[in-house]
């Protein structure tokens, strides 16, 4: 069964850091863009970041723009989120997810075909 597992979120204060991974398990995904999104308590999902397969071109929602990092390392078949700045607004679970192909517009990341099942990221002021 293929899956895609997330790690790295925890309780951290205002301003501190964070890095996410996800890396899947069962297969690899080669050629295939990465993303992260987010979820916090009683909003819908939201896009946060995606990056290509190669790792040249990436994408950011506007309210983390700045603050979050997108990375892979094909190597390792490991995306990272590194999350810098980290305010209460960014309290949510994150979800890792793939796809076959990437967009530069971060509107257009609403159907994935793998999903992760989340990591929690809560941040206290």
């Known amino acids: 069964q293929v899956q895609l597992v997330e790690s790295g979120g925890g309780l951290v204060q205002a301003g501190d850091s964070l890095r996410l991974s996800c890396a899947p398990s069962g297969r690899t995904f080669s050629g295939y863009a990465m993303g992260w999104f987010r979820q916090a308590p009683g909003k819908e999902r939201e896009f946060v970041a995606a990056i290509s397969w190669s790792g040249s071109s990436t994408v950011y929602a506007n309210s983390v723009k700045g603050r979050f990092t997108i990375s892979r390392d094909n190597a390792k078949n490991t995306v990272y989120l590194r999350m810098n700045g980290l305010n209460p607004e960014d309290t949510a679970v994150y979800y890792c997810?793939?796809?076959?192909?990437?967009?530069?517009?971060?509107?257009?990341?609403?159907?994935?075909?793998?999903w992760g099942k989340g990591t929690l990221v809560t941040v206290s002021l």
């Open positions: 997810a793939t796809r076959s192909y990437y967009s530069a517009s971060p509107s257009a990341w609403s159907t994935m075909e793998y």
